[in-house]
T-cell receptor, first 114, second 115 residues
Framework: AQSVTQLDSHVSVSEGTPVLLRCNYS??????LFWYVQHPNKGLQLLLK??????LVKGINGFEAEFKKSETSFHLTKPSAHMSDAAEYFC????????????FGTGTRLLVSP | NAGVTQTPKFRVLKTGQSMTLLCAQD?????MYWYRQDPGMGLRLIHY???????AKGEVPDGYNVSRLKKQNFLLGLESAAPSQTSVYFC??????????????FGPGTRLTVL
């Protein structure tokens, strides 16, 4: 069975500084990985997805994530935080074989201060 | 192209009352899902459907029923609401249930309070 662990429930940064949101996964087979963002009182929006074509994945709004199989990690980064990045971020894992449900992490709330 | 829509957006129920949440998608997706979101617990799958006329149980199905009579609609019913069902409910749809094709598109959510 697959699982995902988001190592920080809250991350606080200042506007203009780098963002790092950590995610580790566990999977018996080749996984697909996603990062979703949820702004307050909104639904979830896809930021980026790992498709096995490239280990460094670029997403929307300047975010990117690197798939590291040896470390079973898929950390989300952004060089410079913006106030509008304040939201909750979910790391999600699924498998590439047959029908599989998405497995969600418990989320990391990103706080951005001026 | 509205994507995934949910009605209603907010609802307050008394214990024992019933209600139906409606989800609609205009992307011709085969797969549809109902989740609930509670603080500190991420999203948990209630029920899902792999096509018109089919439904299946997810992680937390007790107290809920679903129907998928039309491909574009997925209904979630609460027959006798309980305070433990106070939550935010999200509907989602996807083209497929496999790997990257299981990218799910989410509705805006329904905030339900059961008193």
């Amino acid at each position: 069975a697959q699982s995902v662990t988001q190592l920080d429930s809250h991350v606080s940064v200042s506007e203009g500084t780098p963002v790092l949101l950590r995610c580790n996964y566990s999977s018996s087979y080749s996984p697909s990985l996603f990062w979703y963002v949820q702004h307050p009182n909104k639904g979830l929006q896809l930021l980026l997805k790992y498709t096995s074509a490239a280990t460094l994945v670029k997403g929307i709004n300047g975010f990117e994530a690197e798939f590291k199989k040896s470390e079973t990690s898929f950390h989300l980064t952004k060089p410079s935080a913006h106030m509008s990045d304040a939201a909750e971020y979910f790391c999600v894992v699924t498998l590439n074989t047959g029908f599989q449900k998405l497995v969600f992490g418990t989320g990391t709330r990103l706080l951005v201060s001026p | 192209n509205a994507g995934v829509t949910q009605t209603p957006k907010f609802r307050v129920l008394k214990t024992g009352q019933s209600m139906t949440l409606l989800c609609a998608q205009d992307m011709n997706h085969e797969y549809m899902y109902w989740y609930r979101q509670d603080p500190g617990m991420g999203l948990r799958l209630i029920h899902y459907s792999v096509g018109e006329g089919t439904t299946a149980k997810g992680e937390v199905p007790d107290g809920y029923n679903v129907s998928r009579l039309k491909k574009q609609n997925f209904l979630l019913g609460l027959e006798s609401a309980a305070p433990s069902q106070t939550s935010v409910y999200f509907c989602a749809s996807s083209y497929s249930g496999r790997g990257i094709y299981n990218e799910q598109f989410f509705g805006p959510g329904t905030r339900l309070t059961v008193l």
